[in-house]
T-cell receptor, first 115, second 115 residues
Framework: DTAVSQTPKYLVTQMGNDKSIKCEQN?????MYWYKQDSKKFLKIMFS???????INETVPNRFSPKSPDKAHLNLHINSLELGDSAVYFC??????????????FGPGTRLLVL | AQKVTQAQTEISVVEKEDVTLDCVYE???????LFWYKQPPSGELVFLIR??????QNEISGRYSWNFQKSTSSFNFTITASQVVDSAVYFC?????FGGGKLIFGQGTELSVKP
């Protein structure tokens, strides 16, 4: 009964490749997010979608493109991977965005290693 | 600017000791929300508590308690009678009307509880 799931859990790839991470939530939430956790464990938001519409787009390179086919899914596609993209990527979801009062529930994370 | 500071990078205690994790935040919003998340060694992010800016009542949940003080912009977390299973990285986070629901995380405090 996983609430927020991500695939794959681990991703090892070469520089320059293109890769995707998938996220699905079965909580019936309207809003989904992508966060990046760097090697120092610092967590920073990248994107959020509310009902398939982009709400937040932080200063993330254009090589990162989120796609939300429906409100239960938010995928992250990364083009031309660079060494600095190595991190743990977390998907999260919440009921809404409003004023930020909704609790965000996180997936297990995808550990990306770019060689 | 919105900011969360967890000044304690690492804390090490012996089992059964009480430990307090500090969190100081900055925001210009009058309505905002504070959160604590736990990240155990397995890597997932586990929601612990949410507090809104209008509710300064302390909260207790088992061995966990939280002290919210607007006067000092702090939202501290205390674990009573710590256990080895409490070993994790703990994150304090802030959200509010400023960002469409995005969470601003502190740097995290790594707690190590030794037997």
């Amino acid at each position: 009964d996983t609430a927020v799931s991500q695939t794959p859990k681990y991703l090892v790839t070469q520089m320059g490749n293109d890769k995707s991470i998938k996220c699905e939530q079965n909580l019936g939430h309207d809003t989904m997010y992508w966060y990046k956790q760097d090697s120092k464990k610092f967590l920073k938001i990248m994107f959020s979608y509310n009902n398939k519409e982009l709400i937040i787009n932080e200063t993330v390179p254009n090589r990162f493109s989120p796609k939300s086919p429906d409100k239960a899914h938010l995928n992250l596609h990364i083009n031309s991977l660079e060494l600095g993209d190595s991190a743990v990527y977390f998907c999260a979801s919440s009921h809404g965005t409003s004023g930020g009062e909704e609790t965000q529930y996180f997936g297990p994370g995808t550990r990306l290693l770019v060689l | 600017a919105q900011k969360v500071t967890q000044a304690q990078t690492e804390i090490s205690v012996v089992e059964k000791e009480d430990v307090t994790l500090d969190c100081v935040y900055e925001t210009r919003d009058t309505t905002y929300y504070l959160f604590w998340y736990k990240q155990p060694p397995s890597g997932e992010l586990v929601f612990l508590i949410r507090r809104n800016s209008f509710d300064e009542q302390n909260e207790i949940s088992g061995r966990y308690s939280w002290n919210f003080q607007k006067s000092t912009s702090s939202f501290n977390f205390t674990i009573t009678a710590s256990q080895v299973v409490d070993s994790a990285v703990y994150f304090c986070a802030l959200s509010g009307g400023f960002g469409g629901g995005k969470l601003i995380f502190g740097q995290g405090t790594e707690l190590s509880v030794k037997p």
